[in-house]
């Protein structure tokens, strides 16, 4: 029973920071590529930044190359995305996404098996 818990988002200013936080529960997390997607309103679920199990693999979108970096602590069951100089284009519901079903990183949101409910990011202008 394996469950993803997104936290950290909230409102924010342009330039702002925000650290967000992807507690993994019912599995250990080192078995498990892990990606943080995000959905803006009218847009497609594009994925933001991805982690191979082990952390030595990352891909990240061209939209937060720079300003976006992924992390892991699988000791303590967790994901992170450190997002540094927001713009109003990062506003979006941000989901943390985990799988076990291939090897390496999926920057296609087929690829993953469980999904966390979403985490609201707001940067106003």
């Known amino acids: 029973q394996v469950r993803l818990v997104e936290s950290g988002g909230g409102l924010v200013q342009a330039g702002g920071s925000l650290r967000l936080s992807c507690a993994l529960s019912g599995g250990t997390l080192s078995t498990y590529a892990m990606a943080w997607f995000r959905q803006a309103p009218g847009k497609e679920r594009d994925i933001a930044a991805g982690?191979?199990?082990?952390?030595?693999?990352?891909y990240y979108a061209d939209s937060v190359k720079g300003r976006f970096t992924i992390s892991r602590d699988n000791a303590a069951n967790t994901v992170y995305l450190q997002m540094n100089n927001l713009t109003p284009e990062d506003t979006a519901v941000y989901y943390c996404a985990a799988q076990n079903l291939r090897l390496g990183v999926s920057r296609f949101s087929s690829a993953y098996n469980y999904w966390g409910q979403g985490t609201q990011v707001t940067v106003s202008s």
């Open positions: 982690i191979s199990r082990s952390g030595g693999t990352t």
